[in-house]
């Protein structure tokens, strides 16, 4: 099914599906929480599926899924979803503008932005920009 990515981008800002209130877009508003690698065409490694699965590669809809069932904590979607469809239409066309965030890669902390006990945070210039930061959605990791 081919996805529609305006209706992706509502998805993306949905909070109703999950079940802690967040969407995909409380930890990647303007771009945050991405790491440079998000830059790669998928599949490409990343590490949250590395250190959560064991997942060397990962495409697209599974990194949206595994976002789902972590720090969203939900159910994934139906992997033939026209959600799932749409959100991975929405991700693809962010990807593609996605420029790294100069900030990451400079903070000592860039290993995990949503650390609730981010020792970098009075001295990190981009914690303030961080919406992580307040909800913590990555605790689990």
Same mark, same amino acid.
């Given at each position: 099914?081919?996805?529609?990515? &305006?209706? /992706? #981008?509502?998805?993306?800002?949905? &909070?109703?599906?999950? &079940? ?8 990647? &508003? /303007? ?14 490694? %990343?590490? +949250?599926? +590395? ?10 809809? #599974? ?5 789902? =069932?972590?720090? +969203? ?9 026209? #959600?799932?469809?749409?959100? =991975?239409?929405? =991700?693809? =066309? %962010? ?10 890669? $400079? ?27 307040? $909800? ?6």
């Amino acid at each position: 099914m081919k996805g529609d990515a &305006t209706r /992706g #981008e509502a998805v993306f800002k949905d &909070t109703q599906l999950s &079940t802690n209130g967040l969407s995909c877009n409380s930890c990647h &508003t /303007g771009g945050a929480a991405y790491k440079a690698s998000f830059a790669q065409p998928y599949p490409h490694p %990343v590490q +949250m599926a +590395m250190d959560n699965y064991g997942m060397t590669q990962i495409h697209l809809d #599974e990194m949206v899924q595994l976002c789902m =069932v972590r720090p +969203m904590a939900a159910q994934p979607l139906g992997w033939k979803s026209r #959600e799932l469809a749409d959100l =991975v239409a929405y =991700v693809n =066309v %962010v990807q593609k503008g996605y420029k790294p965030n100069p900030c990451a890669a $400079k903070s000592p902390c860039a290993a995990n932005p949503c650390a609730a006990r981010n020792p970098c945070a009075a001295k990190n210039p981009c914690a303030a920009r961080n919406p992580c930061a307040a $909800k913590n959605p990555c605790k689990a990791y």
